[in-house]
Nanobody
Framework: QLQLVESGGGLVQPGGSLRLSCAAS????????IVWFRQAPGKERAGVSC????????VYAGSVKGRFTISRNNAKNTVYLQMDSLKPEDTAVYYC?????????????WGQGTQVTVSS
């Protein structure tokens, strides 16, 4: 079965950190850009960050730049999103997706999502 599985979400206080993981099974992530999206209640899904297949290029939304870091370990078939200095407005369900590139509108694979809640 071809799938992406996110993990690492949870409840954290403002200013805290979480590391999300996106692991692939049934296929290799080597040839895919990986995009992290998030969707907050009542809001549209939005792109957060992207890393190219080589890992040489990363892209961040302005709202997370300087606080989030995307990385990949192709040997482990996994992509990570390190989230620091978390704010309540970062609360959302976070999804990873495998895409041909960071500009694609149609990812090939989606994960099921992991909830991140930032609250005191």
């Amino acid at each position: 079965q071809l799938q992406l599985v996110e993990s690492g979400g949870g409840l954290v206080q403002p200013g805290g950190s979480l590391r999300l993981s996106c692991a692939a099974s049934g296929f290799t992530l080597d040839y895919y850009a990986i995009v992290w999206f998030r969707q907050a209640p009542g809001k549209e899904r939005a792109g957060v960050s992207c890393i190219t297949d080589s890992g040489r290029t990363t892209v961040y939304a302005g709202s997370v730049k300087g606080r989030f870091t995307i990385s990949r370990n192709n040997a482990k078939n996994t992509v990570y999103l390190q989230m620091d200095s978390l704010k309540p407005e970062d609360t959302a369900v976070y999804y990873c997706a495998a895409s041909p590139d960071c500009n694609s509108d149609s990812p090939d694979y989606w994960g099921q999502g992991t909830q991140v809640t930032v609250s005191s």
